[in-house]
Every structure is written in structure tokens, then in C-alpha cells.
């Protein structure tokens, strides 16, 4: 099926003339007087002058680094870079005592010739000009560079679909980071899609309301809360990521308060509602307004749903509106989402067949017996879904469990500059059809009536004497044991001893439940828990100060980076447990 093509230039432009009042984002500040909006006519001559400034100062065709926290700022520089021609970057901004050292190696990677940023942000980062010369050499771009440089003229380029849109940086564990090549092709079939859903979930009307506090240089934050507003003319109301870490109840004041109808995030941000909320404080709380509660986790846990649902349909969230989906900056965002379903759907599996890749069905809710794996809904239009063997590269049968490859428009164009990288996991072909290019995600899955199910990362995968176990399972067999255990603070992962695969379990205490807590007993309780459900011994269990866990910038656990850590004795330990030679 051929899509229209969607120029956000275009877009925005007409926005401004067709409905020049209207609220396009909105950014929260800690009280009302310190929340700032731009309308469409607003952010169109925002974005006008900067580009014309960009021009000035950079020809069409070169990148800029758009280093900024959540911010309207951020905003005005994402379509300034398209309105002047330049590919933006969307980078995680370090934190001001921290280094610039990511941002360096992304900005020789991709060749950058700008920094889209604060004045604060570069006054901090040019203070480490002499450990980074090559990136303080770059030309500097603030909001004071472009008031005083107003009054140049603005030429917008031509944009076809074969034209680069913005580059997203994977922000995986390595310290060379892989820049993923979005088109406008790319851009326009995912908005395309993503605009289709909210339809068919009866969650797109005039009075829609999108929020969201994932950070904007994320895949999540930027498509949805940068961009889908001028799309489909929804309002983005945007939430500093901080406020909702520090209290997750000002998430769900927000949805109230503005009555949004489409918000989400990552499982965790479900179980830290569940874990941290009190309800005494959830008086007068209402979630009536929230149409889709999408839920973006690799797997999405059915119980981190229900629990959800329970604690809060008095307060009226309705279970049916919860909606995992599943995406990657490699296919721009999202590649299967929810469309009216009225439940989370589930299936059950023997744990033992599921282990060695098989699907067959269970009737037992023991979780030493059988997995219960979430769909990730309905794969996007135009999508072609295959599961396949990792090795051998035939497509798997109905029954097993193999890596997800895809096919389709929003599927981008490949890593910046790494022909190599390109070819291997955007140009996978099947063995003996040779059907393809696919994207290989990494991700283990399978199809089941029409749903795609993601059950973990293919290079987290502990493979212990010929078994096979997927690390979050044990993750959460741990975090259960004690409550002193942060949830979502764990890593588990293989090392080999003398030859053998083994296990070893880290995870992160409390900070406030760690007084008398005898650790060797909580130790010992685990290894007992993870034996028991799972039927594997636990080589180490190391129990870390509280947020010393290795997450990347959307929250996911890098366990190949604690594993680095553990065999470098770099683990800030509490207390441990390790097997006697």
C-alpha cells in the first residue's frame, strides 16, 4: 500500500497558517508560572529564525549535535535543522560534572560541523576544552548566537523521501557508538503508521492530549513528543524526565490535569507507580481522560500490567486502554503496537520446552513451570515480520522461538559511514529463499495469531549448560527476595569458569531499607530462589550500592557492561557471595 508523503516542513508550516493559535507544546515546569507553550504560529517563526541563522553559519547536508535537556529549545532546533537543510542529532546530554567524551565520539563519527545547545550546557562543556579539543572546536550554536545573528535570510531546501531526515545514536554499551540513518521515507511511513493506530485504538479525536516525559533524544520522546503534534495537530504536553524519577505521582497528576488521553513509558515507570505511590496520596486522582497506556518494555511483564490496573482502577484507569508495543531506533520508532484490544493478551508456555526454544502450551501459573509471554501487539502496516534461526538463518517454525526480522518503509537506511554493520543487520536475506533485506533487531520473538511477542535480547541470552535462560527472568526471581533489593536494579549474566558457562547475579540495594538487614541471609535466599524456579545455580550473587546499576539512556540494563565491571573488580559491593574454586 503507497502512503502519501509526509514533509514535516510542509506540515508545520501549514499548521502555523490553518490554526496559528492553537497549543502546540507544552513544557512543565515545577509549579504552573514556570511551564512555558509555543503555538503553531509561535514555534513556525522560532524555527524560521534559527534555521535562517543555520544557514549562515553551516551548508545543507552537514550534522549538528542537538545537545539539550527536555526543553522547547530542543523543539525549535529539530525542525530548525530541517528547515535549513542540516541533519540533526539528537544526543543524551551528560550530566554537568560528567564528561563530554560520548558526545566527542558521536560528533567524529558522524563528521559534525555544529552544537545546537545552552548557554549553561556550553559554558560547562568548554570549561573541558583542553580534554576535548576536537569537540570544543566545533561551531557553537545558543539561543544568544541566534538573537544576536538575526536578520539573515532562510532558502528551505527541497526534501524528497530519499532525503536524510536525522541520525539517531544507538546507545547501547559500546564506547563506539553506531549512528542509525532515519530518511524522510523512513520518517513519513512511521508517522504515517503511528497515526493509523491511534485511529483504529479510538484514541485519536479533537480533544487528544498527548504526554509524555521520556527524554526527547530517545526514539520515544522525539517521534512522539517532538513530532507527532504537528502531525495529526494533537497538543504535547512535555514532563522533565527528573520530575517524574523524583516523584512518579506528578506523572499521573499531569494525565489528570491536562487531560491526556495517550502517555506511556517503559515497564519500569508502570512498577515504580505500583512500588512508590502511596494511595493516601492518590486522593481525588482521576485517569479517565487515558485512552492508550503504552508500555515500550523488552518484554512487557504481565504482572507489572495487572498490578498496574489493580492499584489504579479506583482512581479510573481502565485496563483495556494498557498498551505494549514494541520499536527501535532502527525502524525510526515503532514496529507493532496495540489496536483496540481490550486486554493485555497473554500466553503460557512450559518452561522447560520454552528454554530450549520450543512453544508449547501450559495450563500452570508456577512460575518454576511455565513463562508467560506479553504480546507486543499488532506489527505496523506494510510491516513483513519473519522469525529466524540466528545461525543458520531459516526461517523458524510456528512452534519456535527465533530472532525478529523486518521489513518495511520505516526501516532505516543504515549505520552513518559503516558499510559493513549496514550489510549485516539491514541487509539479512533468508537462507535457501533468499527473501530480503531484512532488519536483523536482535531481539528473540515469535508470532502467534497475528501478534508479534518479543522474549528477550539475543546477546543477553545465558546459554548454561545447554540450557537456555533469559536474564530478566532471573532478574525478577531476585528483586522478589527481599525488599531491600531495588526493583528493576538487577543484572544477571554468564561468565566462564574452567571452561563452563556460569551464572552470576548483580543487583542494586535500597538506600533506606539497608539498616540491619543481614545480607548473607538475603544472599543465600536468592541463590535458594533461583535454584528452585529455575533450575541453575548462581556462580556469584554480588548485591551493589543503589544506583551504580549500568543502564543505557531509555533505562534498559546493560548487562554486558556489568559484566565488564565484575571481571575488572569494578563492582561498588555491599555484599557478596562467590562459589569456592
Known amino acids: 500500500m503507497t502512503l502519501p508523503f509526509i514533509n514535516p516542513v510542509e506540515v508545520l508550516q501549514r499548521r502555523a497558517q490553518e490554526t496559528p493559535n492553537r497549543l502546540s507544546h507544552m513544557l512543565l515546569g515545577a509549579t504552573d508560572a514556570e511551564s512555558h507553550s509555543l503555538t503553531y504560529s509561535q514555534l513556525d517563526a522560532e524555527v524560521k529564525k534559527m534555521a535562517a541563522y543555520l544557514q549562515s553559519v553551516a551548508e545543507p547536508g552537514q550534522r549538528a549535535l542537538l545537545v539539550y535537556p527536555t526543553s522547547l529549545e530542543f523543539v525549535v532546533a529539530m525542525f530548525a535543522c530541517m528547515y535549513a537543510g542540516i541533519i540533526p542529532i539528537p544526543t543524551n546530554p551528560p550530566g554537568m560534572n560528567r564528561s563530554a567524551q560520548r558526545l566527542e565520539a558521536i560528533a567524529r563519527d558522524a563528521r559534525a560541523r555544529l552544537v545546537l545547545t545552552t548557554p549553561e550546557y556550553q559554558h560547562a562543556f568548554l570549561a573541558e576544552a583542553a580534554q576535548f579539543p576536537d569537540f570544543a572546536a566545533l561551531t557553537w550554536v545558543t539561543r544568544e548566537a541566534v538573537e544576536a545573528g538575526s536578520g539573515h535570510s532562510l532558502q528551505i531546501p527541497v526534501i524528497t523521501p530519499q532525503s536524510t531526515a536525522f541520525m539517531q545514536y544507538t546507545s547501547g554499551s559500546t564506547n563506539i557508538p553506531k549512528g542509525v540513518v532515519i530518511s ?115 518484554p512487557v511483564r504481565a504482572e507489572t500490567q495487572a498490578r498496574f490496573a489493580e492499584k489504579f482502577a479506583p482512581f479510573g484507569f481502565r485496563p483495556e486502554v494498557q498498551a505494549p508495543c514494541y520499536g527501535m531506533a532502527e525502524t525510526t520508532l515503532v514496529i507493532s503496537y496495540y489496536t483496540g484490544e481490550k486486554k493485555t493478551i ?41 522469525i529466524v534461526h540466528p545461525k543458520n538463518r531459516k526461517r523458524c517454525a510456528p512452534n519456535e522461538v527465533g530472532e525478529v526480522w523486518i521489513s518495511g518503509d520505516s526501516v532505516g537506511e543504515g549505520y552513518w559511514n559503516r558499510p559493513e554493520d549496514t550489510k549485516h543487520t539491514f541487509g539479512a536475506h533468508i537462507a535457501e529463499t533468499h527473501e530480503g533485506p531484512y532488519l536483523r533487531t536482535g531481539d528473540l520473538g515469535f508470532m502467534h495469531d497475528g501478534h508479534l511477542y518479543i522474549t528477550g535480547r539475543l546477546k543477553d541470552l545465558l546459554i548454561v549448560r545447554g540450557r537456555n ?37 548483580v543487583h542494586e540495594t535500597q538506600r533506606r531499607e539497608m539498616d540491619g538487614v543481614d545480607w548473607n541471609e538475603v544472599i543465600k535466599t536468592i541463590r535458594t530462589n533461583v535454584a528452585r524456579e529455575h533450575g541453575i545455580r548462581a556462580h556469584a550473587v554480588i548485591l551493589i550500592r543503589r544506583a551504580t546499576i549500568a543502564k543505557t539512556s531509555s533505562g534498559k540494563i546493560q548487562r554486558s557492561e556489568m559484566k565488564r565491571q565484575y571481571l575488572a573488580n569494578e563492582l561498588q559491593i555491599v555484599a557478596e557471595w562467590r562459589a569456592p574454586s
Request: contains cysteine; proline residues 6%.
Open 184 to 298: 524522510y521515507r523512513n520518517f513519513s511511513h512511521n508517522m504515517h503508521a503511528l497515526h493509523e493506530t491511534r485511529i483504529r485504538g479510538n484514541e485519536y479525536a479533537d480533544d487528544s492530549v498527548i504526554l509524555t516525559w521520556t527524554p526527547l533524544f530517545h526514539d520515544m520522546g522525539l517521534l512522539i513528543g517532538t513530532f507527532l503534534t504537528p502531525m495529526d495537530g494533537t497538543p504535547s504536553i512535555l514532563m522533565p524526565t527528573i520530575q517524574f524519577m523524583q516523584n512518579p505521582l506528578n506523572w499521573l497528576k499531569a494525565i489528570q490535569k491536562f487531560k491526556a488521553t495517550a502517555s506511556g513509558g517503559p515497564n519500569f515507570a508502570y512498577d515504580l507507580c505500583v512500588n512508590k505511590i502511596p494511595l493516601e496520596k492518590c486522593e481525588g486522582l482521576d485517569l479517565s481522560t487515558w485512552k492508550i497506556a503504552y508500555n515500550s518494555a523488552e
Open 346 to 386: 497473554t500466553q503460557r508456555f512450559r518452561r522447560a520446552d520454552f528454554e530450549e526454544g520450543r512453544l508449547v502450551p501450559s495450563d500452570s501459573d508456577e512460575q518454576k513451570e511455565s513463562v508467560e509471554a506479553v504480546s507486543s501487539g499488532v506489527p505496523l502496516v506494510d510491516y513483513q515480520i519473519a
Open 469 to 505: 535462560y533469559y536474564p530478566q527472568d532471573v532478574e525478577m526471581t531476585v528483586e522478589r527476595t527481599h525488599p531491600a533489593l531495588r526493583a528493576g536494579g538487577g543484572a544477571a549474566f554468564s561468565v566462564t569458569e574452567d571452561n563452563v558457562e556460569q551464572l552470576v547475579v
